[in-house]
């Protein structure tokens, strides 16, 4: 229980995994004209590379270069001393910089340039040139994108209806190059870790990737290198009617692809949440229809209600008074029995006398006594009688279990077995089930008969709604 107390005061914090991560620079970089006579040219738009290079607060003199990620110089774009730029390459017209690229690497780097791979897998370098210590470096980009990364934390278990203002923060960045206006952000309840290709759906009852209440929020405008705490709606709810389960809460930005973004994979998170509800203090099963029906000859005893079959009589006792006289208890009662007269059609409840004695003080019953065959010195086929105010009572937390006949309580474990699936969900099978046993929801309040089923496993097939009505004391 302590383990379960601590837990649920602990809240999630969901963030993608924190490599270490380059800041990116869009550069903008060209094929070379046909006729360019420098070898293995790549051109650099020098005003982008200008503006680039003179934004960076480093001591001066530094070198620039283009590398792979391991550190393999691919070109030298040149120097940066006294703010003024020197350049390695061949400056054309006035506005592009035709830098020497790598032999090995160019035939892969001219691809990528011409196909406008948004992230060609190379870096922008600056370093110190007489140590070669590295400065500061940059992922390339040849396209400039914007890069929308979603953060979130929140409460890992709540309730159906819950509210969730103050419990759920949610954090969008912009790590990319270009500003974005008007970003969705969308909260959605699913059961898997698929984000739903046309995003949450909107609806006023639970249905799988369904949106959470207010559950789409907007980011008017988020520039580059932003970040913006979202400001949660006091409306941001779970629906009243979500089923309690696990489910997987989806954290989306631009979940409907609106912008071209440089990395897709970090706009998603997929946190486990668990929808819970308070035990009940009690279960009532109102059971309708109760027939008690025995046939003297053979010894068959049945007990149900609408083909539910509450005993088979192993946990009755009978007593045979005369051809047309029967007393029957349940094992459970003390000091009170039934006494059936098949022949005057009557039935008498007593008590203060021994069972299969003769005497004790009676109160008639009027229940409906149906009666075939038989008379005052022969026993008849069989008799049933139709029995009012029986109900099924189970108490969780004490697990004391009661089928009620006429008021009169019946413990009737270990006959029955009960088995807690959830909080709110509970199997019980009585013994003459051999093929089904009753599912108890106390969060839907329905029964449900399953057929071909596990016992005390999840149900995920053959189950059918029962019309018996299921009282739920909280």
Same mark, same amino acid.
């Given at each position: ?331 459970? @009662?003390? *000091?009170?029995?039934? #006494?059936? &007269?098949?022949?005057? !059609? %009557? $039935?008498?409840?007593?008590? /203060?006398?021994? +069972? =299969? ?75 003459? @089930?051999? *093929?089904?046993?009753? #599912?108890? &929801?106390?969060?839907? !309040? %329905? $029964?449900?008969?399953?057929? /071909?089923?596990? +016992? =005390? ?18």
């Amino acid at each position: 229980m302590k383990s379960r107390i601590a837990f649920l005061v602990i809240f999630l914090f969901v963030f993608p995994a924190l490599f270490a991560q380059n800041p990116a620079k869009y550069l903008k970089i060209s094929p070379p004209p046909e006729g360019c006579k420098v070898k293995f040219p790549l051109l650099f738009d020098l005003k982008i590379l200008e503006a680039a290079i003179a934004a960076e607060d480093l001591p001066q003199p530094f070198t620039v270069t283009v590398t792979e990620p391991t550190g393999i110089t691919l070109c030298t774009i040149g120097t940066r001393d006294k703010n003024k730029s020197k350049w390695d390459g061949k400056v054309l017209n006035g506005t592009d910089l035709a830098a020497t690229m790598s032999e090995s690497y160019y035939p892969e780097l001219l691809k990528k340039v011409r196909d406008q791979v948004p992230k060609p897998g190379i870096q922008l370098r600056f370093s110190a040139p007489k140590t070669g210590e590295t400065l500061k470096t940059y992922d390339l980009l040849l396209v400039s994108l914007p890069d929308l990364e979603i953060r979130m934390d929140y409460p890992p278990q709540v309730k159906p209806g819950e509210a969730l203002t103050g419990k759920v923060k949610l954090e969008v960045v912009n790590k990319g190059v270009e500003a974005v206006q008007n970003v969705e952000v969308e909260l959605i309840l699913s059961i898997d870790r698929k984000l739903p290709a046309a995003g949450g759906i909107e609806a006023d009852r639970y249905v799988e990737d369904a949106l959470l209440k207010s559950g789409r929020l907007i980011v008017d405008a988020l520039a580059p290198g932003a970040r913006k705490t979202l400001d949660i709606p006091a409306s941001l709810a779970l629906l009243a009617d979500t089923p309690p389960q696990k489910y997987i809460l989806i954290a989306a930005v631009d979940p409907r692809n609106r912008f071209r973004d440089l990395n897709r994979e970090d706009n998603t998170l997929f946190g486990l949440l668990m929808v819970t509800v308070a035990p009940p203090k009690k279960l009532t099963v109102e059971l309708p229809d109760v027939v008690l029906r025995y046939e003297p000859a053979v010894n068959v005893f049945k007990l149900e209600s609408r083909g539910i079959i509450l005993s088979d009589g192993k946990d009755w006792k009978f007593c045979k008074m005369s051809p047309s006289s029967y007393q029957i208890r349940h094992i459970n @009662w003390k *000091d009170v029995y039934w #006494e059936i &007269d098949t022949q005057y !059609r %009557e $039935i008498f409840e007593i008590r /203060g006398n021994p +069972f =299969c004695k003769k005497g004790g003080k009676g109160k008639q019953l009027r229940f409906p006594l149906e009666v075939k065959g038989g008379g005052a010195k022969t026993e008849p086929a069989f008799f049933s009688l139709k029995i009012p105010n029986c109900q099924l009572v189970f108490e969780p937390e004490t697990r004391k279990f009661n089928v009620m006949v006429n008021g009169i309580a019946s413990e009737w474990i270990p006959f029955w077995k009960v088995c807690r699936l959830d909080y709110h969900l509970y199997h019980f099978r009585n013994a003459p @089930w051999s *093929d089904y046993f009753l #599912e108890f &929801d106390s969060f839907r !309040r %329905e $029964i449900r008969k399953v057929t /071909g089923g596990e +016992f =005390c496993k999840p149900v995920t097939a053959g189950a059918e709604k029962v019309d018996l009505v299921l009282q739920v004391e909280e």
